[in-house]
Each structure stands twice: as C-alpha cells, then as structure tokens.
C-alpha cells in the first residue's frame, strides 16, 4: 500500500490505487527517553528519544515520557514532564525521526501542580486533563500555520517565538489566567 502524501488533507490520504484512507494518531509504547542531562536550578533536565529501541539523535527538554502519539511515519507528538513534585508543568513536543525537533510547548504555571491523564486521540487531535478540570486539545497540521503570538494560545501555554506553528492548543475550560 503507497500512500500519496503530496495528497494528503486532514488526516486523509490519496492511495496509489485511487482509493483513500484515514491516517490515525495513536498512542504507542515504542519510544523512550533516555536522560543525558540532570536538571539544574535554571534549566530543564535533558533526554534523548529513542524510537523502536534505536536512538534517533533527538534531544528533548524533560526526563520523564507521559505519553507518546504516533502522528503518522516520522512524526510523534511526546508528554513529558520533570517529575517535579509540587509544581510540576507539562512539555509537549513534536518531533520527526529525520528532521529533528519540530516545536515544543510548555503548559503549566508557577505554583500550578497538575497530573496528566485521560489521552485520547479523535482525527488529527488528541485531548487530555492536565491542572484541574480543564480539557486540553493539542491540532497537529499536515504543515507549519501561521501563529499570531499573544493571541493564539490559552493562558497557561508558553513557546518559543515565531510566526509559525505545527501545533494549535485549545482549553476547555478555560484556565484562571496566573496573578
């Protein structure tokens, strides 16, 4: 089965037949990290993503692996956390086994304390809870969209600067913005 993926829309793909299928996240057990740096008072610990037990040469902040969401063949969405007892804080990244590091989020606020849980993964999102009753839902697109900074994420959410994005956050409710 060829999958055309210059064809590709929302998760649905042109075969080499003419027919088409539906490309699915899902959940797998097949990545790991493996720490290469301790944490310090300033920055996060450091680890390396090693995907069906080959290391891939990706470095991702965080050591512990929540979960990883395999997007379609060379890209996975991770949770990873720092095993921070009473504050801790979520760092969502995506990555692509032969490009490397594509975008990093962070969700948390200081003096937040939150457990990760409830993923499930519907077309081309995945939701879970995280600090409180708020649903989160991370929207991988297909390429980068165009990011409009201070507008465009929920209160809670931090990233790097820049104009483009893979990965578009909403929160359900709301979250209390931090005083």
């Given at each position: 089965m060829r999958i055309d993926w210059w064809f590709c829309w929302w998760g649905t793909c042109g075969l080499a037949d003419g027919t088409y299928v539906e490309l699915k996240m899902q959940t797998v057990s097949t990545v790991t990290l493996e720490k290469n740096q301790e944490a310090t008072d300033f920055s996060q610990?450091?680890?390396?993503?090693?995907?069906?037990?080959?290391?891939?040469?990706i470095e991702v902040p965080g050591q512990v692996l929540e979960a990883a969401v395999k997007v379609d063949t060379h890209r996975y969405l991770l949770f990873i956390t720092d095993d921070v007892i009473f504050e801790e804080a979520l760092t969502i990244v995506l990555i692509h086994t032969n490009q490397g590091l594509l975008e990093t989020l962070h969700l948390g606020n200081e003096y937040a304390s939150g457990y990760f849980e409830e993923l499930t993964t519907i077309g081309n999102s995945v939701s879970f809870k995280f600090i409180g009753d708020t649903t989160w839902t991370i929207n991988v697109s297909e390429s980068l969209r165009l990011r409009i900074p201070f507008l465009s994420d929920p209160s809670g959410v931090k990233r790097t600067p820049g104009l483009k994005k893979y990965l578009s956050v909403t929160a359900n409710p709301a979250p209390a913005k931090a005083k």
């Open positions: 610990a450091k680890s390396a993503v090693i995907v069906e037990g080959k290391p891939t040469g």
